[in-house]
C-alpha cells in the first residue's frame, strides 16, 4: 500500500509520515520545500516538487504505484493570504485540483484532505460542530472551504472519496525531539512563547486583553500534532475499509486562552517569561473550540493529550534540543 503524502516535510506531515511508517505503510513524500526541511523526513523517499507541476506528480504516482493520497501542501499563514489571495487561490486551490486531476488519471480514488478551523469564521456557537455556519473571514479560510466543496463535487460526479479534516490549534511535538515546528516566519503562539523562554526572543506579545473571555485573552483549542497524525491513520484507514466520504473537526475540546499557554510554559521551562500585552491581531476570534464528538464516534478517535503542561513539554524538548530548528548551522 503506498501512500503518497503532499506537504509530507511539513510540520504535521512529517509527524503524521513518521506515524505512517512507524506501522508499515510505504510512505513517498512530495514536497516543494519552500516551508519545511528535508531533515524532517530523514530516510523516507522525498520528492522534491511542486503540486502545480502535473508531469512530475504523474510520473511519481506511476513510478511509485501510488493507491492513496494524504494532502498537506498548502500555504497557511491568514496575514498573508489577505495581502496576496491569488497566490493562496493559485497555491491551494488550483494546486489542489492538479493534484485530483492527476489522482483521477491513475484511478487514485482516495483523499484525506489538511482542512482548518478557520472554514468557519467567526463562530456563532461553541462547541463548533461540523454543521456550524461556515463564514470564513480571511483568505486562507476560503481557499480550504472550496477544496472542501471541490471534493464534494468530485465524489458525485468521479467517485473520488476524501475525508476532510479540520484541525484546530496544531502543537507540541513528537516525543523523540527528533522533529517538531520550525516555520520562518514563525506566527504560532507556542512557538513564539518557548522560544522567548530560549532566550530567541526577547519577549512574547499577547494580541488583545479585551476580549469577552474570563481573563480578556483569546481562547484556542490546542491539540497535539501526533494525535493529529492518529486520525490522519484512522481516517486512511476508513476510506480503506469503506470508501465513504467524510468530514471532521480534529481538536480535543477543552479551551485555553493566551495567558493559560504562557502561565503552563512557565511551569514547563521553570522560569518566568517577559510578556508584553499589545493590540488585538484583526480578524482572531475570540473564542474556537471544537467538539469532537463525530471523529470519537465513528473512527474511535481519542486524543492522548488533554492538558497544555503536558503538551508544552514535548515542544519544549523540541527546542531544547534544536534551538535553530533543523538548521544547524546557524550560531545559538
Ligand atoms: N498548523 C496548524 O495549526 C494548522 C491548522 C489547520 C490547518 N492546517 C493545515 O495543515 C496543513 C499542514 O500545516 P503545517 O502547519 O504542517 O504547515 P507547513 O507549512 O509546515 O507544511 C506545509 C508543507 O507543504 C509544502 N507545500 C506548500 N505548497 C506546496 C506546493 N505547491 N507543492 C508542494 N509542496 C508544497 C511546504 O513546503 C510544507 O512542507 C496545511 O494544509 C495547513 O493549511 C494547519
Ligand atoms: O505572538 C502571538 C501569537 C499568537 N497570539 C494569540 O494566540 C492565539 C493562537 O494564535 P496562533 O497564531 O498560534 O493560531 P491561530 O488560532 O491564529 O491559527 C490556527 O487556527 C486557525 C484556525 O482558526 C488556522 O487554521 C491556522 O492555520 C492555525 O494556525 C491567538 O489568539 C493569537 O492572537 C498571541 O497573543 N501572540
Redesign the pocket.
Known amino acids: 500500500m503506498s501512500i503518497l503524502v503532499t506537504g509530507g516535510a511539513g510540520y504535521i506531515g512529517s509527524h503524521t509520515v513518521r506515524k505512517l511508517t512507524d506501522i508499515g505503510y510505504n510512505v513517498i513524500v512530495y514536497d516543494s520545500l519552500e516551508k519545511s526541511h528535508k531533515e524532517s523526513v530523514k530516510d523516507i523517499p522525498l520528492i522534491v516538487g511542486n503540486i502545480l507541476d502535473e508531469q512530475l506528480l504523474d510520473s511519481t504516482m506511476k513510478k511509485y504505484n501510488i493507491q492513496s493520497v494524504i494532502h498537506f501542501a498548502a500555504y497557511?499563514l491568514?496575514g498573508e493570504s489577505m495581502a496576496e489571495p491569488e497566490k493562496y487561490y493559485v497555491n491551494n486551490v488550483c494546486g489542489t485540483v492538479n493534484l485530483l486531476k492527476v489522482m483521477l488519471n491513475n484511478n487514485i480514488k482516495r483523499i484525506v484532505f489538511s482542512s482548518?478551523?478557520?472554514v468557519y469564521g467567526e463562530p456563532q456557537e461553541i462547541p463548533i460542530t461540523e454543521n456550524s455556519p461556515k463564514n470564513p473571514t480571511n483568505v486562507y479560510g476560503k481557499t480550504k472551504l472550496m477544496i472542501e466543496e471541490i471534493l464534494k463535487d468530485y465524489d458525485l460526479a468521479y467517485g473520488l472519496k476524501y475525508i476532510s479534516l479540520r484541525?484546530?490549534?496544531?502543537c507540541g511535538a513528537d516525543e523523540s525531539g527528533e522533529i517538531g515546528e520550525d516555520h520562518t516566519p514563525e506566527?504560532?503562539?507556542?512557538p513564539?512563547v518557548l522560544q522567548s523562554a530560549l532566550g530567541k526572543l526577547p519577549e512574547?506579545?499577547?494580541?488583545?486583553t479585551d476580549y469577552p473571555t474570563p481573563d480578556g485573552?483569546?481562547i484556542?483549542d490546542y491539540i497535539h500534532v501526533n494525535d493529529l497524525a492518529e486520525a490522519h491513520i484512522l481516517a486512511l484507514e476508513k476510506l480503506l475499509a469503506d470508501g465513504q466520504s467524510a468530514v471532521y473537526n480534529l481538536g480535543n475540546g477543552n479551551g485555553f486562552s493566551?495567558r493559560e499557554v504562557i502561565r503552563a510554559a512557565e511551569e514547563v521551562v521553570g522560569k518566568p517569561i517577559k510578556v508584553v500585552e499589545g493590540e488585538r491581531?484583526p480578524g482572531?476570534p475570540a473564542v474556537?473550540v471544537a467538539s469532537a464528538e463525530k471523529i470519537k464516534r465513528e473512527l474511535g478517535w481519542q486524543p492522548k493529550y488533554q492538558g497544555l503542561k503536558e503538551i508544552i513539554e514535548t515542544a519544549w524538548k523540541w527546542h531544547q534540543l534544536h534551538p535553530n530548528g533543523y538548521n544547524t548551522n546557524e550560531n545559538f
Open positions: 497557511s491568514v482548518t478551523a478557520a484541525y484546530f490549534n496544531a506566527t504560532h503562539l507556542m513564539l512574547i506579545r499577547i494580541f488583545g485573552t483569546c484556542r493566551v491581531r482572531d474556537l
